[in-house]
Each structure stands twice: as structure tokens, then as C-alpha cells.
């Protein structure tokens, strides 16, 4: 069984739309769950980190998190053709420092 | 500048040649990994290290060979490059909310 399972995509929104990502993670003790966004050709970049379950919300981008589920989401609201990319989602496993990564949803905003 | 640089950021070498990608970060975190990307399989960590003098093997080690001298910095040597290390590589180091930040990335080709 994979650690982290992410919606496969590729998904496509209209400009204005929302976009859902969604990640499932096997370590019922993680503690830690990042996103990350990757342009094509670029190295990923951390966007958002939640560490308790509930709702986190930095800009247009909402991080959900139900531990007692396992499952991490991002919302994109009012997307934009420059949120077109790769997302990462990520998670410390209980007792380790290393991450574990899903293998990310291709999303594309369409004008 | 602060941050974490990697070089070369493009490379073509040859079959059977060794090649060593650098990384270097200016905030001295304990914590540098290096993982390589490629279509289809995500990110998969090579080696990581905890401090200098300490290093681990990641998923996919072999054939590579890392070093941890000085806690700044966390080269990567290919010891006779094969074709199927061509890939993309990405160094990262880990803040204090165990978040990664990657460096810019090199591309390798072996020909």
C-alpha cells in the first residue's frame, strides 16, 4: 500500500472555478502534512502546512485537514491561469523526520 | 545569498564518467536530502543526512555516493554514470516546521 495516495488528474477548472485537490495518507500518527506546487521545469515550492485538523486559509488557497479520516485536501479559489501546475502533497510519518510525497495532480486552469 | 543553490544546473556527461552535483544552504539546517524526479515515478529519495558526518540511504541508492563534510553542504557523486541516472535532480533541506526547501534543481544527462 502506497503512504500517500493522491486524486490522479490531470484536472482541468475554468478560471474563476474551484479546484479540489485530495490526499490520502497511510500514518495514522503524522503530525505534519504540507502541499507543495511544482511549475513544469521548476523545483517544488512549499505553499501551505497544517498540522491541526480543521480548515487553514492563506490567500486563495484553503488547507483542510481530518486526522481521524486521513485525508488532507486543498481548495484553490478564484483559479487563475498562473495556478496551473503540479501539487505535492506531503506528510511527516510519526517518528520520522523524512517526508513522504505523493506523486502529485496536474492541474490546469483554463482561461 | 540566502537559501540553498545547486550546480550545475544543467549536465551532459558520458557513460561510465563520474559526476558530482553540489549542494549548498545557507541557514545551516540539520536535515539535507536528495531525491531525483522522473516522469512516472514522483520524487524518490536517494540519500539523506542529519548533520555532517551523518548520512542514510534514501530508496534508490545505488550507484550514487554522498559526502556531508561541512553541515552547509551535501554533494552527490555518480560514480560511473549509466543512462538510467539521467533524471532531474532536487537537493532540500528542512526548517523548523520540518517543511523542505529545494533547491533550483539539475538536470543530468547521460549519453
Known amino acids: 500500500q502506497k503512504e500517500v495516495e493522491q486524486n490522479s488528474g490531470p484536472l482541468s477548472v475554468p478560471e474563476g472555478a474551484i479546484a479540489s485537490l485530495n490526499c490520502t495518507y497511510s500514518?495514522?500518527?503524522?503530525?505534519?502534512f504540507f502541499w507543495y506546487r511544482q511549475y513544469s521545469g521548476k523545483s517544488p515550492e512549499l505553499i501551505m502546512f497544517?498540522?491541526?485538523?480543521g480548515d487553514k486559509e492563506d490567500g486563495r488557497f484553503t488547507a483542510q485537514l481530518n486526522k481521524a479520516s486521513q485525508y488532507v485536501s486543498l481548495l484553490i479559489r478564484d483559479s487563475q491561469p498562473s495556478d496551473s501546475a503540479t501539487y505535492l502533497c506531503?506528510?511527516?510519518?510519526?517518528?520520522?523526520?523524512?517526508?513522504?510525497f505523493g506523486a502529485g495532480t496536474t492541474v490546469t486552469v483554463r482561461a | 545569498d540566502a537559501g540553498i543553490t545547486q550546480s550545475p544546473r544543467y549536465k551532459i556527461t558520458e557513460t561510465g564518467r563520474q559526476v558530482t552535483l553540489m549542494c549548498h544552504q545557507t541557514w545551516s539546517h540539520s536535515y539535507m536530502f536528495w531525491y531525483r524526479q522522473d516522469l512516472g515515478h514522483g520524487l524518490r529519495l536517494i540519500y539523506y543526512?542529519?548533520?555532517?558526518?551523518?548520512?542514510d540511504k534514501g530508496e534508490v541508492p545505488d550507484g550514487y555516493v554522498v559526502s556531508r563534510s561541512k553541515t552547509e553542504n551535501f554533494p552527490l557523486t555518480l560514480e560511473s554514470a549509466t543512462r538510467s541516472q539521467t533524471s532531474v535532480y532536487f537537493c532540500?533541506?528542512?526548517?523548523?516546521?520540518?517543511?523542505?526547501?529545494f533547491g533550483s534543481g539539475t538536470r543530468l544527462t547521460v549519453v
Open positions: 532540500a533541506s528542512q526548517g523548523l516546521n520540518y517543511g523542505y526547501t
Open positions: 506531503a506528510f511527516r510519518p510519526l517518528n520520522d523526520y523524512k517526508l513522504s
Open positions: 543526512s542529519a548533520a555532517a558526518d551523518i548520512t
Open positions: 500514518d495514522r500518527g503524522s503530525q505534519s
Open positions: 497544517i498540522y491541526s485538523n
